[in-house]
């Protein structure tokens, strides 16, 4: 079964410093997707970047990457350049990619709160 | 594209109550998922459709919940009867899957339904 750990349940980051915030992840199937969510005090889901377990490359999406280790199974979010917008609770989650078993199943969660 | 839509937004009730929400996936996603969000549990997976056939359920806490996805564009979560232990914000998310070598789709969430059931 599926299994997302995020070790960190709240962090602390100085604006415009950079942040990791750590996601591991366990799964016997070799065609997989990792992703991360940004929820706001508002409470919605915002995506902010993929991973396949395929892509040879890190993902980057403006400010996020995303440092995959294959063989360790892990998938941290690096935020650069902080800004106090991205205080908001981290989601990491995971996909296989068979059609009839492709539920997304997420982490706890980590807080991140930016500091002026 | 409006999104996922979800309804209501809140929605208050007492146990014993019977508790609908709905959701309208984007136009054209094959894909629809329901889900759980409580302090101590995080977010839970309840349900999720391909081509509206539930697929997973075992999400389902108790035979008290039940999903249907009676066409493309409409899907239903009911709680009866209501109980405080249910009381949450319940997603829906929707994707496009096309599975195969291009990998698994992202999910578009809804805003949620908080439940408060006193």
């Known amino acids: ?116 | 594209d409006a999104g996922v839509i979800q309804s209501p937004r809140h929605e208050v009730t007492e146990m014993g109550q019977e508790v609908t929400l709905r959701c309208k996936p984007i136009s054209g996603h094959n894909s629809l998922f329901w889900y759980r969000q409580t302090m101590m549990r995080g977010l839970e997976l309840l349900i999720y459709f391909n081509n509206n056939v539930p697929i997973d359920d075992s999400g389902m806490p108790e035979d008290r919940f039940s999903a249907k996805m009676p066409n493309a564009s409409f899907s239903t979560l009911k709680i009866q009867p209501s109980e405080p232990r249910d009381s949450a914000v319940y997603f829906c998310a929707s994707s496009l899957e096309v599975g195969g070598p291009l990998g698994p789709s992202v999910l578009t969430f809804g805003a949620g339904s908080r439940l408060t059931v006193l």
């Open chain 1, 1 to 116: 079964a599926q299994k997302i750990t995020q070790t960190q349940p709240g962090m602390f980051v100085q604006e415009k410093e950079a942040v990791t915030l750590d996601c591991t992840y366990d799964t016997s199937d070799p065609s997989y997707g990792l992703f991360w969510y940004k929820q706001p005090s508002s409470g919605e889901m915002i995506f902010l970047i993929y991973q396949g377990s395929y892509d040879q490359q890190n993902a980057t999406e403006g400010r996020y990457s995303l440092n995959f280790q294959k063989a360790r199974k892990s998938a941290n979010l690096v935020i650069s350049a902080s800004q106090l917008g991205d205080s908001a609770m981290y989601f990491c989650a995971m996909r296989e990619a068979s059609y009839n078993n492709n539920d997304m199943r997420f982490g706890a969660g980590t807080r991140l709160t930016v500091k002026p």
